[in-house]
């Protein structure tokens, strides 16, 4: 079994930063792709940015700039650094990870995993 728990969240004011946080526990050998998406209220959940194992990252147009992404392979961990936040990014964020549960010779099995989700309020 695999977890991923998001810590971070909260209330900012427009022009304001946060720093979410992702941590995975559990059974892993290793773990592929991580990422951070959002919902908003009434909309679909959209990719925030993601990076690979290797620190390839990429953003959803609409934060270039303002937010960075990084990981700690040591901890199984992911950041997101969210600067020059607008009220469009509120939203509940949703950690994610492609993880590597099983490895039997040359046989991989990978589970795709969801955190609970991060509550971003960023309003006056």
């Known amino acids: 079994q695999v977890q991923l728990v998001e810590s971070g969240g909260g209330l900012v004011q427009p022009g304001g930063s946060l720093r979410l946080s992702c941590a995975a526990s559990?059974?892993?050998?290793?773990?592929?792709?991580m990422g951070w998406y959002r919902q908003a209220p009434g909309k679909e959940r959209e990719l925030v940015a993601r990076?690979?194992?290797?620190?390839?990252?990429n953003y959803v147009g609409s934060v270039k700039g303002r937010f960075t992404i990084s990981r700690d392979n040591a901890k199984n961990t992911v950041y997101l650094q969210m600067n020059s936040l607008k009220p469009e990014d509120t939203a509940v964020y949703y950690c994610?990870?492609?993880?590597?549960?099983?490895?039997?010779?040359?046989?991989?099995?990978?589970?795709?995993?969801w955190g609970q989700g991060t509550l971003v309020t960023v309003s006056s």
């Open positions: 994610n990870a492609e993880v590597l549960v099983s490895r039997v010779g040359a046989s991989r099995r990978y589970l795709e995993v």
């Open positions: 559990g059974s892993i050998f290793s773990i592929n792709t």
């Open positions: 990076i690979t194992s290797g620190g390839n990252v």
